[in-house]
Structure formats: C-alpha cells, structure tokens
C-alpha cells in the first residue's frame, strides 16, 4: 500500500460545477496534511493546509480531513478553466519523518 | 520576499558529465529539501536539511548523487556522473521550520543525453 494514494484521473468536470479531489493515507498517526497545485511546467504552489478534522475553507476550496478513516479531501466550488491543473495531495507521514507526495489528478475544467 | 531561487532553470549534459543545480531557499527558513519530478515515479524527495545539517538522505537514489548545504542561504546537489535516467526536473523547496508548510522553486529540467 502506497503512503499516499490519489486518483491520477483525468477529472474532467464542467465549468461552473464543484470539483471533488481524494486522498487517502496509511500513516494513522499524520497530523499535517497540504494540497498542492501545479500547472504544467511550473512548480508545485501550496492551495491549503489542514492539521485538524472536519472542514476548512478558503474562497472557493474547502479542505476535508477525516482522520479515522484516513481521508482528505478537496472541493472547489464554482470551477473555472484557470483550475485545469495536477493537485498533488501531501501527507506528513509521522514514522518516516517526512512529507510525502500522492502521485496528483490531473484536474480539467470545461468551458 | 523573493522565493525559493534555483540555478540553472535547463540544464542540457551528456552522459558522463558532473551536473551542479544550486539553491537558496527563503530568507529565515530553517529547513531545505530536494525533490525529483518524473511522469513514472512523481515528486520524490532525495533529501532535506535542518540548520544546515543532512537529516535524511535516503531518498538519494545512488552515490552519484550528493548535496550540500553549507550554510543557511545556499545548498547544491550534484550528480556525477550524470546518466540518461537522471532526467527529471528537480526541484528546491524550504519551510520555515520542519513539518511546516513547504515552498517550491521553479525547478531545474534536466536533460542528459
């Protein structure tokens, strides 16, 4: 079982509509945990951090953590074309010492 | 605030050459880490730094690969010799403190033919 794991998609999913973004981790004991996104050919640049269960929003992305079932999620509501981009999932994983990265799912957001 | 500064931002070698990619994270941020970016394996970390000091190099893939940082404001990782695998882009990232939130570099593409 991956550290890490993530649907690698393609999500495509229509302008205007939430888009729904999973993750799910093995570490039980992971206290921080980040989503990423990276356009293509660019860098990784962190969307939001949550450390603690239940909702955390900010504009139009809500972060979701539900530690007993090892899940965290990420919604975007009111999607634009400028959200097509990878949302990489990342998970500090307390028995390795360090933070690990899902595989990401390739967002696209149609006009 | 400038942000994590990485040089070069392309790096075209041949097989056999040494590669240097350098980096300097942002001003105050005490930890620094390197990640290596493929379509096959994604974002991979290599190894990170706390205060300067290695803490976890496990990540290097082989001892072709070596880094350094030293001191606050300038690290580099080095590949010699470079081999057609090693093509990725790699990049630099550094938190203010460790488990904190991380903050990339534009990346460096390497490509060794």
């Known amino acids: 079982q991956k550290e890490v794991e993530q649907n690698s998609g393609p999500l495509s999913v229509p302008e205007g509509a939430i888009a729904s973004l999973n993750c799910t981790y093995s570490d039980r004991g992971s206290q921080s945990f980040f989503w990423y996104r990276q356009y293509s050919g660019k860098s990784p640049e962190l969307i939001m951090s949550i450390y603690s269960n239940g909702d955390k929003e900010d504009g139009r992305f809500t972060a979701q953590l539900n530690k007993a079932s090892q899940y965290v999620s990420l919604l975007i509501r009111d999607s634009q074309p400028s959200d097509s981009a990878t949302y990489l999932c990342a998970v500090y994983i307390q028995g390795a010492q360090k933070l690990v990265f899902g595989q990401g799912t390739r967002l696209t957001i149609n006009p | 605030d400038a942000g994590v500064i990485q040089s070069p931002r392309h790096e075209v070698t041949e097989m056999g050459q040494e590669v240097t990619l350098r980096c300097k994270p942002i001003?105050?941020?005490?930890?620094l880490f390197w990640y290596r970016q493929t379509m096959m394996r994604g974002l991979e970390l290599l190894i990170y730094f706390n205060n300067n000091v290695p803490i976890d190099d496990s990540g290097m893939p082989e001892d072709r690969f070596s880094a350094k940082m030293p001191n606050a404001s300038f690290s580099t990782l080095k590949i010699q010799p470079s081999e057609p695998r090693d093509s990725a882009v790699y990049f630099c990232?550094?938190?203010?403190?460790?488990?904190?939130?991380?903050?990339f570099g534009p990346g460096t593409r390497l490509l060794v033919l």
């Open positions: 001003s105050g941020h005490n930890s």
């Open positions: 990232a550094s938190s203010l403190r460790f488990q904190e939130t991380q903050y």
